[in-house]
């Protein structure tokens, strides 16, 4: 077991790891720490504690300092010059006719290091635009182009549901996130209704995946014979996934049918793959697979 603290920053949603010494720091407060990018303002989200070894990104880098007064004057100081540093490069950008949108701008604590994020349909050659923001910031300058998933995380939003998004609050890495998710979820597919607000899948149908197949595999498929329990054959017409019951078609005498529910446990059927027809795929669903695909593709062009 190992003493740690948990931090997190302002562009990323994920926690990292520091040995917080003998320190008295609490969860809430901020500290100053090393990090690849050099000296960082970082949030404390989760008080000292101790966890496996095996949990922990060896090596540990220990605390520098608690934030002071001072260091807090520091980072607002930072937030206010980011404002500005925004503008121009909005001016730079549109002065060098480059097809980019710019998101956000970070100073790293130290100053150091200003990074500027953006999105664009391809690749852009941003070599001048380098050179004119540091010849007027007097800086290291690095451009970092996202995806527009990370667009969303690093601006945020309220999503369908009426609550901030996920990726912006609490999401500490993107879980990839497939069509085969929804139909096991049996949701609608318009795209409308299972799309973020950055216009890709929402990555909460990760969220009850697991639950749904677990549930899927004990029910029989929408249009298999199935045998009730008081021995009446008949055929599968809705699901209750949640609940595990099936509304079923029996025959309940000559030329005599009536829809009845049962519990699926009460049911005898021999489960089958679902094979899906895909000459009669809904042209929402290849809309989805059309955004999925590109989603691929330029997940590949930011590796």
Known sequence: MIKVIGVRFRQAGKVYYFDPLDLDIKQGG?????????????????GPREIEDE?????LKPVMRIATPEDEMVESNNRVKEK???KTCVQKIRARN???????????????????????????????????LASVFRTR???????????????????????????????????PVSIKMAKEQSLSLNPTK???????????????????????????????HVITKDGLKGTVQSLYVLKQKVRVLVETGEDER???????????????KRKENKENESSELKELEALERKENRSRLDED
């Open 258 to 272: 009536e829809l009845k529910d049962y519990d699926a446990a009460d049911l005898e059927f021999k489960p089958r």
């Open 84 to 86: 500005e540093a925004f």
């Open 30 to 46: 901020n500290v100053i720490v090393e990090t690849a990018r050099g000296v960082e303002f970082g949030y404390v989200v989760m």
């Open 141 to 175: 300058i690095e451009l970092r182009q996202v995806g527009v998933r990370d667009e969303a995380k690093i601006l945020g939003g309220i999503g369908i549901c009426g609550r901030p998004l996920c990726c912006h609050s609490y999401m500490a890495d993107f879980a």
């Open 55 to 59: 949990k922990v990104v060896q090596p």
């Open 194 to 224: 299972i799309s973020g607000v950055c216009g890709r899948l929402m990555c909460c149908l990760k969220n009850e995946e697991e639950a749904y197949e677990d549930l899927n595999s004990r029910l029989p498929g929408i249009g298999e």
């Open 98 to 132: 480059l097809e980019m949108k710019l998101i956000g701008c970070e100073y790293t604590f130290d100053g150091n290091k200003l990074l500027f994020y953006f999105t664009a349909d391809g690749r852009v050659d941003f070599r001048e635009l380098v050179k004119d």
